[in-house]
């Protein structure tokens, strides 16, 4: 069944309902796809590791991902935010609008006599929920496939230290609700390019090579203080959970440029679409 079909299927009923467009966005291959790739990504570094003969670098995360489950968490979730987890979002909150104008039943959606708003909130909504899920079921997969392979020795830090499980555990959950957050302004920004385009992969492509020119920019320590407020400049800060003694600075910064882009772009998204002349 093709996608464009399926989404036809859904239309009757309350198609502009959160259970809808979550059952719309369930149905969809690519929904389905992505979290086949993530579930396998943590057997596919365990497949890695076991096959490897190289010697990583001595005090590395890597040199230790094997060392129990909680390392193994810690590295899997760290390989995978820098650019799995962002195409994802992107994928997930940039992708639903521009693909129901690609199949023409965008303006059959709207023919439903509701604001245009609650339509983009429900996909937005969705979206955002989805991310939540992808980053929830790729850290506690890594956990259940690191307690298979290796043991559920407690976390220890490359730079020294160690935290046992009591205190792993809150530190590993404050760790999936920050990605989250640091994620959000991903897929804001896609959202908001999915209202101007028709074209799926313009709005997630977008957002994609938006949080590559930041990672560019922030590289150049010429820019100063102003680098703290490119997209995703702190969407490491999380490592700070790891030490014995947290600070909270970066963490706090983060999440509030991340909530400040989020509401400027969902805005510039709603602004937009009440605006637009939908003719697909």
Do not use: C
Request: charged share 10%; net charge neutral; aromatic share 10%.
């Amino acid at each position: 069944m093709s996608s464009s079909t399926a989404s036809l299927e859904t239309l009757p009923g309350r198609p502009l309902s959160l259970r809808a467009e979550l059952r719309r966005q369930l149905s969809r291959r690519r929904t389905t796809w992505s979290f086949v790739l993530l579930l396998a990504l943590p057997l596919v570094i365990v497949a890695a590791f076991a096959l490897g003969d190289g010697d990583p670098s001595e005090g590395s995360l890597v040199d230790l991902a094997t060392g129990g489950a909680a390392n193994f968490t810690v590295f899997t979730t760290a390989v995978s935010s820098s650019f799995l987890l962002i195409v994802l979002a992107a994928l997930f909150v940039g992708d639903s609008l521009p693909s129901e104008a690609s199949w023409s039943t965008l303006r059959y959606l709207l023919l439903a006599p509701v604001p245009r708003s609650r339509l983009l909130l429900s996909k937005l909504v969705i979206g955002l929920l989805s991310t939540a899920v992808a980053v929830l079921a790729l850290i506690g997969w890594s956990l259940l496939v690191g307690l298979v392979f290796y043991g559920p020795a407690g976390f220890s830090n490359p730079s020294g230290g160690t935290l046992d499980w009591a205190t792993f555990g809150p530190r590993l959950a404050l760790i999936a609700a920050y990605l989250v957050v640091v994620l959000m302004p991903v897929g804001a920004i896609a959202f908001a390019f999915g209202v101007r385009t028709d074209a799926p992969l313009a709005a997630v492509g977008g957002a994609v090579m938006v949080t590559i020119v930041a990672a560019i920019l922030d590289q150049i320590d010429n820019l100063g203080s102003l680098r703290n407020a490119l997209p995703m400049h702190d969407a490491g800060a999380w490592f700070a959970l790891l030490r014995p003694e947290v600070v909270w600075d970066d963490l706090v910064q983060g999440t509030l440029w991340s909530m400040l882009y989020t509401l400027v772009f969902v805005g510039l998204a709603f602004w937009m679409f009440r605006r637009k002349d939908v003719l697909s």
